[in-house]
T-cell receptor, first 112, second 115 residues
Framework: GAVVSQHPSWVICKSGTSVKIECRSLDFQATTMFWYRQFPKQSLMLMATSNEGSKATYEQGVEKDKFLINHASLTLSTLTVTSAHPEDSSFYIC????????FGPGTRLTVL | AQSVTQLGSHVSVSEGALVLLRCNYSSSVPPYLFWYVQYPNQGLQLLLKYTTGATLVKGINGFEAEFKKSETSFHLTKPSAHMSDAAEYFCAVRGSYNQGGKLIFGQGTELSVKP
């Protein structure tokens, strides 16, 4: 199957700093990628749809100025958590669809 | 609007026993249905999917699921549980008219397998 990678796999940062997470489709092109957030013992919640060449579409309740998404190319989307706070600590997962969605391995963000 | 309900946040079975994880969906359009498995601190791996055609779908690792439109269900089964099946399982739905579109996930079911 298709492969989606994420980098970094885990990151620890201080409150108030910004963190960038990369999502790459390694063997296919993706005009659309999805970003999910998952709290411990909970399901995945879609944050936004990343669109190559245009603005991301955010789900209701997600602050677009806090979670900046850039779909720089057909194989790369980035999520930047700006001015991170402890409540932003979570597991962030991206996916890219062909016929079905292929998920990245996730990024564990811990904000101190 | 679409939604997914997984009955039981936690299921425990003995090794070798039948695994049954329940999923009911709501969709205003013909649904595409998926089951994913997630191991700790990892992404999601597709077990199986239903799009159209045969309602009994076979997936990886011996899992299968049956789409029952009349019951709006897509329950996941495996005849004999292995210890390696212990994980979190998610059912998801996507409108078939939105190819490659976003998924709506259920709450997840944690499967424990006792020796």
């Amino acid at each position: 199957g298709a492969v989606v990678s994420q980098h970094p796999s885990w990151v620890i940062c201080k409150s108030g700093t910004s963190v960038k997470i990369e999502c790459r489709s390694l063997d296919f092109q993706a005009t659309t990628m999805f970003w999910y957030r998952q709290f411990p013992k909970q399901s995945l919640m879609l944050m936004a749809t990343s669109n190559e060449g245009s603005k991301a579409t955010y789900e209701q309740g997600v602050e677009k100025d806090k979670f900046l998404i850039n779909h720089a190319s057909l194989t790369l989307s980035t999520l930047t958590v700006t001015s991170a706070h402890p409540e932003d600590s979570s597991f962030y997962i991206c996916s890219a669809p062909i016929d079905e969605q292929f998920f990245g391995p996730g990024t564990r963000l811990t904000v101190l | 609007a679409q939604s997914v309900t997984q009955l039981g946040s936690h299921v425990s079975v003995s090794e070798g026993a039948l695994v049954l994880l329940r999923c009911n969906y709501s969709s205003s359009v013909p649904p595409y249905l998926f089951w994913y498995v997630q191991y700790p601190n990892q992404g999601l791996q597709l077990l199986l999917k239903y799009t159209t055609g045969a309602t009994l779908v076979k997936g990886i690792n011996g899992f299968e699921a049956e789409f029952k439109k009349s019951e709006t269900s897509f329950h996941l089964t495996k005849p004999s549980a292995h210890m390696s099946d212990a994980a979190e399982y998610f059912c998801a739905v996507r409108g078939s008219y939105n190819q490659g579109g976003k998924l709506i996930f259920g709450q997840g079911t944690e499967l424990s397998v006792k020796p």
